[in-house]
């Protein structure tokens, strides 16, 4: 086999599995290691992928859909996948914060469905119209600043509210989430102070993460990963990443 025609079957691997194993393809196409290290710093520099510690994963593209409407109907099915398991980690008797996610809302219409005796508070205008219906959750609803996204209120008005509670458990969403850099990322600075502010009073606090965000960046860094208790994830993430989510002692469901 060429060279050429290794490196394009070495992209494809990464663009299907999210990250490929320097030990793994010297196996798999019965060359040297050096030469398959060869071969990800050549795709390295075409911008075709990222080399890791090991290995190499897909390239990290930044986002930008700023406003919910372009969020709330994409990916759905693994948004209830997230939701789903998030309701396991709550308890009868929490005061839970869901912030501005599109994971969280899917997270609010099973928690408006459920017999939870639970107070929720939030930040989103959507997360607060799913609780016009007959529940046994309490919500409170946070006000401020109202976000670009026109999805939630954020801003310094809306911190100083939430620094006075005390959260047992918190989900906050994701744009990005970098296990090499060790940081959490999101839209807007606002929202990410904001954010900050959550996980400050949270006595455990979780990310709500499609595993595709391994390989997305925002434009704000808001939290490193390890201040987190933990991943919400619709399925396990390649081997690589989990590792990583180890070595940082974030347990993830």
């Given at each position: 086999m060429?060279?050429e025609?290794?490196?394009?079957?070495?992209?494809?691997?990464?663009n299907?599995?999210?990250?490929?194993r320097?030990k793994?393809?010297?196996?798999?196409y019965?060359?040297?290691e050096?030469?398959i290290?060869k071969d990800l710093?050549f795709?390295?520099?075409?911008?075709?992928?990222?080399?890791?510690?090991?290995?190499?994963?897909?390239?990290?593209v930044n986002?930008h859909?700023?406003?919910?409407s372009?969020?709330?109907?994409?990916?759905?099915e693994?948004?209830?996948?997230?939701a789903a398991?998030a309701?396991?980690?709550?308890?009868?008797?929490d005061?839970?914060?869901?912030d501005?996610?599109?994971?969280?809302?899917?997270?609010?219409?099973?928690?408006?469905?459920s017999?939870l005796?639970?107070t929720v508070v939030?930040?989103?205008?959507?997360?607060?119209?799913e609780?016009?219906v007959p529940?046994?959750a309490?919500l409170?609803?946070?006000?401020?600043?109202f976000?670009?996204g026109k999805?939630g209120?954020?801003?310094s008005f809306?911190?100083?509210?939430?620094?006075?509670?005390?959260?047992d458990?918190?989900?906050?969403g994701t744009?990005?989430?970098?296990v090499?850099e060790?940081?959490?990322s999101?839209?807007?600075?606002e929202d990410?102070?904001?954010k900050s502010?959550?996980l400050?009073?949270?006595?455990?606090?979780?990310?709500?993460?499609?595993?595709?965000?391994?390989?997305?960046d925002g434009t704000?860094?808001y939290?490193?990963i390890?201040?987190?208790?933990?991943?919400?994830?619709?399925s396990?993430p390649?081997t690589e990443?989990?590792?990583?989510?180890k070595?940082l002692?974030i347990e993830?469901?």
């Amino acid at each position: 086999m060429f060279a050429e025609e290794r490196q394009n079957q070495i992209v494809a691997l990464v663009n299907k599995n999210g990250s490929v194993r320097v030990k793994e393809l010297s196996e798999k196409y019965q060359v040297t290691e050096d030469s398959i290290r060869k071969d990800l710093t050549f795709l390295e520099k075409k911008g075709l992928l990222k080399k890791t510690y090991g290995g190499a994963m897909k390239k990290r593209v930044n986002v930008h859909d700023l406003n919910v409407s372009q969020r709330k109907d994409k990916n759905i099915e693994a948004k209830q996948k997230i939701a789903a398991k998030a309701m396991e980690l709550i308890k009868d008797g929490d005061m839970v914060f869901l912030d501005i996610s599109t994971a969280n809302l899917e997270l609010a219409k099973l928690i408006t469905k459920s017999s939870l005796n639970i107070t929720v508070v939030t930040n989103m205008v959507d997360i607060m119209l799913e609780f016009m219906v007959p529940t046994t959750a309490r919500l409170i609803f946070i006000g401020g600043a109202f976000s670009i996204g026109k999805d939630g209120f954020v801003g310094s008005f809306t911190n100083k509210q939430i620094s006075d509670f005390r959260f047992d458990i918190a989900f906050l969403g994701t744009v990005g989430v970098d296990v090499f850099e060790n940081n959490v990322s999101t839209y807007m600075v606002e929202d990410g102070l904001t954010k900050s502010a959550v996980l400050e009073v949270s006595k455990n606090a979780y990310m709500m993460l499609e595993t595709r965000k391994f390989n997305t960046d925002g434009t704000y860094k808001y939290a490193r990963i390890d201040s987190f208790t933990g991943a919400v994830m619709e399925s396990k993430p390649p081997t690589e990443i989990e590792e990583k989510l180890k070595e940082l002692n974030i347990e993830w469901l």
